[in-house]
């Protein structure tokens, strides 16, 4: 393991921030926010879609809401699409030129009292939440490590760095969000 793996471990790890030889790093990681792009009708196709799949993960991971099956862009090629405007804005903002591929994506429905709990993505190199349907006083998502809101708007998407720390406080009024998550990983290398 190298020194920043180390230290990135550390920063995420409490078990391991705790061990008498660690030392503290701060570092700042990219968080971006950009418009996707999408038209209307696209938007509404995601939504049919993900309405129609129900809560196939019944609450049973990280996210405390509806959601859909993982691999989603291997059944509708909405998803892909989604997938493929994250790796665009990932590789104007990555620190080194690197062939990227969508890993996984997903749809979630977000309702009244519906959570996320602090999670990393780790080992993947980015994450992306595109928010397709959000009300004006939906809960944001979070990044506890750097203090960080960031307030959902309809048509955005926020990429970070997989293993960076995040989390959706309670949603508190009877809006839907309706979003698509997913993970983008470097293609395989062989030498």
């Known amino acids: 393991m190298g020194l920043k793996e180390l230290a990135d471990s550390v920063n995420r790890r ?22 996707a792009s999408f038209d209307k009708e696209f938007d509404e196709e995601l939504i049919f879609i993900i309405q129609g799949q129900g809560d196939t993960q ?3 991971t990280n996210v405390k809401a509806d959601m859909t099956d993982w ?3 291997k059944q509708h090629p909405q998803f892909q699409m989604v997938g ?17 591929e969508l890993y996984d994506c997903w749809g979630a429905i977000y309702k009244k009292n519906d959570w ?13 939440v595109y928010y ?36 959706v406080p309670l949603q508190g009024d009877d809006s839907e969000r309706i979003i698509v998550s ?3 990983s470097p293609v395989k290398i062989s030498f």
């Open 132 to 167: 397709i349907q959000c009300g004006s006083n939906d809960s944001p998502i979070q990044f506890p490590d750097a203090d960080l809101s960031i307030y959902p708007i309809s048509g955005e998407i926020v990429i970070f760095p997989g293993w960076v720390r995040h989390k």
């Open 14 to 35: 409490p078990e391991l921030s705790r061990h008498p030889d660690s030392q503290r790093f701060i570092q700042s990681f990219p968080i971006i926010k950009v418009k």
């Open 182 to 184: 997913g993970n983008i």
């Open 84 to 100: 493929d405007r994250a790796i665009e804005i990932a590789r104007k903002n990555s620190p080194h030129d690197l062939e990227m």
């Open 116 to 128: 996320t709990k602090v999670h990393d993505h780790w080992p993947h190199v980015w994450s992306f």
């Open 58 to 60: 019944r609450h049973k």
């Open 71 to 73: 691999f989603m862009q």
